[in-house]
């Protein structure tokens, strides 16, 4: 009975979320199974997160449906000088809350994106200067020459410094310590869409911009979006095949057939830019929750050799998965440059040899230790992880699973608080220096197993600024092939994406899995 009453209310404010806003004439409703973290375009630097805002606010480079840079709040650029990138600003953009976009937005959002507490630092942070040479010219000044600064900047969003100064917001929100500021739920961008609504967890909402300035190019037919996220599996499959839904980002891997065959309903897949993987913290001298005390398993590249080969990706890829996703050996997908179907083998799936090698290591009866998993973020994220909590037990190794929203999730993560964890990497630029930058380099914001190597460190560094295209990709594939043989991290998956949409709706699906409602259109 209270199981019954508790599924009816949850439904009930699913169809009252999603039933917003009826008066509009083009509503485009859709889920998925989590929400964006903030509104802030530079606090989180994650993939649901950035389309979200990216719908609001807008980049100097962005990337089209099929992931090419092209312009967006720049029209053009070109490196004037080994080191100068010059920048010509789209001229009579405005907020949407009427402020004009100039030459000092640019300069106050880049250096507002180099902060301490900007989860894009990375991308931004060997960019010395930004020098203003008019209201419409931006030179972006290097430290040394960087030909793929232009793909670096497609997620670093244009705010304007006289809202954000206004509003107090001149430092971007330190989320990992739960801050609040008036940008996490308030927004003022140039991008096609304006926001109505936010209600966080609940439901946002956002309204087509009339002013904005592509819309000849794109001229899409939406008046209104609304986004409901829906954690319930179940619920997101029904609110769909109900018509409750036009757009279901993420159907549930056992449902997709059942969708397909659902009349007015398009399902569409593709393989994403994206690889799960499992991280360890190598780095620290002994694990907060593991039972072994005075030393770190982790440490040991037997030990993460074994965790690695105890893990049967086959059986993930078929049971789990349901045939939706591509075994991975490396963190980065392929259409990223510097991967190779080489570098992509995995390890053999060997628990005997395993164990072998946990006793070589000292772990004959193997250890304890916690896994902290998402379990509203990825492709059947909590459903792999107790998959790999079975296969490790084989082996001896006993894993406390802690399933938990992203939201709690992440910030184990950032505050690097987590022994044993699973994340996904996109890589927006398509290049695998973003990869590197990340969670390769010693200080990488999402390095958080403690990996440091002097020479993969100057490796990276090397590939930022390497002009000379054939030395710079020889140096990726040294730099994939280090990080590789030292098992800094257990790659699993590259994943596989499916998108379902009413047959009335034109939405093209994109490898990224973020949806540019730009492109929609209601038939």
């Known amino acids: 009975m209270r199981l019954t009453t508790l599924l009816a209310g949850a439904a009930l404010a699913v169809s009252v979320a999603l039933s917003s806003g009826a008066d509009a004439k083009n509503i485009l409703r859709w889920a998925s199974q989590g929400d964006a973290l903030t509104l802030d375009p530079m606090s989180q630097n994650e993939a649901p997160t950035n389309a979200m805002n990216l719908e609001i606010m807008e980049p100097l480079t962005k990337k089209n449906k099929d992931l090419k840079t092209e312009p967006a709040l720049a029209v053009s650029w070109e490196m004037v000088e080994p080191t100068v990138w010059r920048f010509k600003l789209r001229e009579g953009v405005r907020f949407h809350e009427g402020q004009p976009f100039t030459a000092d937005d640019v300069l106050f959002s880049i250096e507002r994106a180099q902060a301490k507490t900007s989860g894009f630092r990375e991308q931004v942070d060997k960019i010395r200067e930004v020098r203003k040479v008019d209201d419409y010219t931006v030179d972006l000044v290097t430290e040394q020459p960087n030909p793929i600064l232009p793909d670096q900047l497609v997620t670093i969003m244009m705010m304007s410094r006289s809202w954000a100064e206004e509003h107090g917001v001149v430092e971007p929100q330190d989320f990992s310590h739960k801050e609040e500021t008036y940008a996490v739920r308030h927004a003022n961008g140039t991008g096609p869409f304006k926001l109505k609504l936010r209600e966080p967890d609940i439901r946002t909402i956002l309204v087509k911009n009339e002013d904005w300035w592509g819309l000849e190019q794109w001229a899409h037919n939406v008046d209104e979006i609304v986004y409901t996220p829906i954690a319930n599996q179940a619920t997101r499959v029904a609110a769909l095949l109900s018509g409750e839904l036009d757009f279901l980002l993420d159907p549930p891997v056992q449902d997709i057939g059942r969708i397909r065959n659902a009349p007015g309903i398009d399902v569409q897949q593709v393989n994403q830019i994206r690889t799960i993987f ?246």
């Open 278 to 523: 499992f991280g360890l913290d190598q780095g620290v001298a002994e694990l907060r929750s593991s039972n072994i005390k005075g030393k770190n398993p982790f440490a040991d590249k037997r030990v993460r050799q074994a965790l690695y080969q105890a893990i049967d990706i086959d059986a993930i890829h078929q049971k789990v998965m349901r045939g939706a996703s591509v075994p991975a050996g490396i963190i980065t997908a392929p259409g990223v440059h510097g991967h190779t179907a080489e570098l992509d083998e995995r390890l053999p799936h060997d628990p005997e040899a395993a164990k072998l090698l946990l006793a070589e290591a000292g772990y004959p009866d193997g250890f304890e230790v916690k896994l902290d998993c998402p379990n509203d973020r990825y492709v059947n994220d909590e459903a792999i992880c107790q998959a790999v909590v079975g296969m490790l037990s084989r082996i001896g190794v006993k894993v406390n699973l802690d399933a938990q929203s992203k939201s709690l999730h992440f910030p184990k993560i950032q505050n690097r608080t987590s022994d044993f964890y699973m994340f996904g990497w996109g890589v927006p630029t398509l290049d695998s220096h973003f990869v590197f930058d990340f969670l390769y380099a010693s200080d990488g914001t999402w390095n958080a197993v403690g990996y440091a190597n002097p020479k993969v460190d100057g490796l990276i560094a090397a590939i930022e600024t390497q002009p000379d295209l054939e030395l710079r990709d020889r140096m990726i594939a040294e730099t994939w092939q280090i990080v590789k043989d030292e098992i800094a991290y257990l790659p699993l998956h590259h994943q596989v994406i499916t998108w379902a949409v009413r047959e009335n709706l034109e939405l093209p699906i994109i490898a990224n899995d973020s949806p540019q409602f730009r492109y929609a259109r209601f038939k």
